[in-house]
């Protein structure tokens, strides 16, 4: 059975920083490509960033510079280092696991971004 759990999430004012971790298991993690979606309120989810095994990395525009995804095949989890948050970084986090056409996703968790 595969699990992706997200941890981390949490309030946080304008300027400061959250680290996510999603713990996989049932799966063989090193052969995923590992990415973080959000989804604000009254909007659709969007792809954050990606990360494949040999330790390439892509960012949505809206975040590059700003977050960090990584990966420990080791643990098989996938970190997003989160900082100089805006309020409009405010969202459910989702953990997204993808091998060819198959997609896995864990629960989310709630990133708010306040003063």
């Known amino acids: 059975q595969v699990q992706l759990v997200e941890s981390g999430g949490g309030l946080v004012q304008p300027g400061g920083s959250l680290r996510l971790s999603c713990a996989t298991s049932?799966?063989?993690?090193?052969?995923?490509?590992m990415a973080w979606y959000r989804q604000a309120p009254g909007k659709q989810r969007e792809w954050v960033a990606h990360a494949i095994s040999g330790g390439s990395t892509n960012y949505a525009d809206s975040v590059k510079g700003r977050f960090t995804i990584s990966r420990d095949n080791a643990k098989n989890t996938v970190y997003l280092q989160m900082n100089s948050l805006k309020l409009e970084d405010t969202a459910v986090y989702y953990c997204?696991?993808?091998?060819?056409?198959?997609?896995?996703w864990g629960q989310g968790t709630q990133v708010t971004v306040s003063s």
């Open positions: 997204n696991a993808r091998r060819e056409i198959v997609d896995n």
């Open positions: 049932g799966i063989i993690f090193s052969r995923y490509v």
